[in-house]
């Protein structure tokens, strides 16, 4: 991927500040994703019923509040077998506010436990976080796959 | 698709006009899109270099910036025979301060100039607004085909 636009060098100290804590907090969660760590993954997201994820694994391919994601996690994890390999690339965020907002590529390979077979995807991530009592976290996500990776339907080949 | 976590009743009017605002936005698309009319699709996206999005269409299914990305519209509207029908439902939006974030479902439906052959597809869009001099506009895009649509290698079925 091509690298983002430049940041601008009137960029306030503050606002660099949350850009680091929302790298900080990415960087929590490739580590959590390396361990296999359930808590520490879901430690990311908002509590509650208002995470909204639109998920690449399905269906149903959609998960409202952080119970059915930490329930898509759990499955995820539980169908690898033994150790899960996770990095992230092209890693791109943005700050105004309370509200911060970012993309990525990542990384997941691993044995199935299902037929043992190993597997090596990357898919692409939209997050958007909120700053609440001076902690981030992310609200809202979009996984899915690279259209090259993908085999869809003539229908979608304009 | 489920309905959204109920509106905080605390939502004080300047939100509610700004929500109503991205609506409005959002309405106008959906009309530009059934015109065909690619400046009035590309109105509500931020001009210059910072426009990033993940595309359903491709490859490559990314574009940086406004002029990639109008390119991609003039490309799909070459490639639709005459009408266009474009809806879209479950619509969603958060604003705080100057940032807005929300997701939809966006269905398309027309006939392929190649082949001639009827298309009719949705997608799952998450959209990040940035209101710029009192004007929202599109900042950030990423468009995926619903996980019951597409049709995955067995590897990202968990």
Redesign the interface.
Known sequence: ??P??PRRSSTPAALKGDIAQLRSLEEAFAKAMNDKEIDAVMAIYAPG??L?V?????????H?GWEEYREAFT??FA??EGPLRFSMSDL?L?V????G?G?SLQRVSGV?VKGG?P???TV?V?D?Y?KVDGKWLI??E???????R????P????
């Open positions: 991927m091509r983002s636009h019923d208002s909204f639109f998920d690449v694994v399905g269906p149903p391919g959609v409202f499955q995820m169908a690898i791109d943005e105004s506010g309370d509200v907002y993309r199935h077979k597997f090596d995807y692409r939209t958007v909120r609200v809202q979009h996984i899915s796959l690279p259209v090259e993908a085999t869809f339907s229908m979608l080949h304009f």
